[in-house]
């Protein structure tokens, strides 16, 4: 049994989606358990109605919430009794084996580190986006809130990343790229050049070289690995070039009565087309090189989100990944 | 009077699309000189079927071609007859006013800094694109070669900027934004924080504070100041997630009869918004901060984008840019 604990309070449709989300993900498998983290008195009236294996889902208060805005590592600091804070204890305290949070990326990140702790070698975690792309999924690493990383940190996300491609989502043998402006060695600028030679002399990662940002929605690697920075600045205009394209495109077709009548019968194909670009749809992304699993769902997830990233946590916890990363990143020392 | 020198050579269509777009700009605009700067025994021939004014246009003979995959600096000091060092060269000996050049970005970027030098005060020229947005434009700047930037850089790119909008594309009091990850001062890397306060307090430009790269597209800032890798990190996501989403939207229009029937009456409107979103309608990106205008267009530019980057230049000498630059960046010092 998986026990997962997620943070009822966290995001834009807290507590209502977060509840409805866990209650999904209970009777869609039987091989989890579910703590629900938050207020008591907020959370109880929201199950009533629904139908699940009350055996299997149980409710820890938590009287304080992080709100997204507040300075992260002062927020983790000062709320103790927080979901986010109390969920990662039940992490430490191994009375849970995943915690799922769509509340503040940042204080899900500090608190991570702070409370759950990083795996033995690991220098520094990082938060793995899935990217939708032409051919498939590719896993940008990092995408979190520490930035301005270290070469030697970068061949740490490789190697997260291409296990949990190779675990996760069954990829053969991952192709890892490396962000950059350019396809030859000497592209980039002092970070990527530094990081090429060890990415290229790193064993058990299939390093394929740069990956050109301009590459990467047509899916050239399976991982693609970056410092956050870069990783943000992909992810947000990935999604805000997607969302003006589409409202634009929208525009487009109703300014006039042909193009009104041709939207209507493309609307299917359309709306099948902006699924599959829709990261959210995949769960959460997880924050590799903790102690536990953690995984951070969008702050606007609905209930289907959550379940997502709920479900997610089993693959994760079947295949130990957190003994395989702590395998692969002391190897070579 | 402007005297524009164009790469005859430069780009994927060279030399027929660059001298087709020099007859062009010609044709369009009475105040235009221009010198094709190349190999003079392969563009007499293409100007031969031609009908221009042929006193405004002069060839200028290089032998040598500096082809995109080759180091720049290396390329720039041992081709020294090669039509980017030698367009550069009329702009240094006053002999043109401009250069526009579809070749390789890094050579054009330092040959440019080498042979005509920077603006006095100026620390680092910058390349500037523009970008469309749902309201317009946004212009990019710094998306050249030259990364790892630092912030008092950043605080010159913005005045260039903000002149050059104002100028060039008539904005009336251009706002400017720092491209960051979120929207809170303290977000972000070490360079952006380091540069938040210098803009902040900076007179003579309008600083919106960060500007988040989600809302880039949507078009929140007229100017959209970064350092060169994150500027390239952006135009070239751009660049592909609207071609691949077009693709992808092509392809389930195709899926079924419904949709090919739909996607035939959409055609007309989604080509019309293609064409909004297509930076090159807009001609090239100008080099600020050099002695002299040097225009960057596409590689791939036809004959209507070079015409496009010529014509640009006439407003840029019109309101002599350059002394506008000198005067910004030098006021407080």
Redesign the interface.
């Known amino acids: 049994m998986i026990r997962i604990a997620i943070d009822a309070m966290g995001g834009d449709n807290a507590p209502l989606c977060n509840v409805k989300g866990a209650v999904l993900a209970l009777n869609e498998s039987k091989e989890i358990e579910v703590i629900l983290v938050g207020r008591e008195k907020e959370i109880r009236p929201l199950l009533s109605g629904e139908t699940f294996d009350a055996d299997r889902l149980s409710v820890v208060n938590a009287e304080e919430v992080i709100e997204t805005?507040e300075?992260p590592a002062m927020a983790v600091r000062s709320k103790k009794d927080s979901s986010i804070c109390v969920g990662l204890r039940l992490l430490k305290d191994k009375k849970a084996d995943a915690f799922v949070s769509c509340g503040s990326t940042g204080a899900v990140l500090v608190g991570g580190q702070l409370i759950a702790g990083r795996l033995p070698g690991i220098r520094r975690p990082a938060l793995a986006v899935l990217m939708p792309?032409?051919k498939g999924m590719t896993l940008l690493i990092d995408c979190g809130a520490n930035?301005?990383a270290k070469p030697e940190n970068l061949v740490q996300f490789a190697h997260m990343g291409s296990l949990y491609m190779k675990y996760i989502l069954h990829v053969e043998d991952p192709a890892v790229g490396l962000?950059n402006?350019g396809t030859?060695e000497?592209k980039?600028?002092?970070l990527t050049r530094e990081t090429y030679p060890l990415l290229k002399n790193e064993p058990g990662i299939r390093f394929l070289g740069n990956a050109?940002?301009?590459?990467?929605?047509?899916g050239i690697c399976d991982v693609a690995v970056c410092e956050a920075?870069?990783g943000?600045?992909?992810t947000?205009?990935?999604?805000?070039?997607?969302?003006?394209?589409f409202?634009?495109?929208k525009g487009?077709?109703m300014?006039?009565l042909?193009?009104k009548?041709?939207?209507?019968?493309?609307?299917?194909?359309?709306k099948?087309?902006l699924k599959?670009?829709d990261g959210s749809e995949y769960g959460g992304a997880p924050l590799l090189g903790l102690s536990g699993l953690v995984v951070k769902a969008h702050g606007n997830s609905e209930a289907v989100q959550v379940k997502n990233a709920v479900l997610q946590c089993i693959g994760f916890s079947k295949n130990d990944l957190s003994e395989k990363i702590i395998q692969a990143v002391n190897k070579d020392q």
């Not at 009548?261 to 359309?270: A, E």
Request: glycine letters at 10%; aromatic letters at 6%.
């Open positions: 805005g300075p792309t032409a930035v301005d962000v402006i030859e000497e980039g600028n002092a050109e940002v301009r590459d990467l929605p047509s920075f870069t943000n600045v992909i947000k205009m990935y999604e805000g070039v997607a969302k003006t394209l409202s634009e495109i487009a077709m300014s006039s042909r193009g009548i041709g939207g209507l019968l493309v609307k299917p194909s359309l099948k087309l599959t670009f």
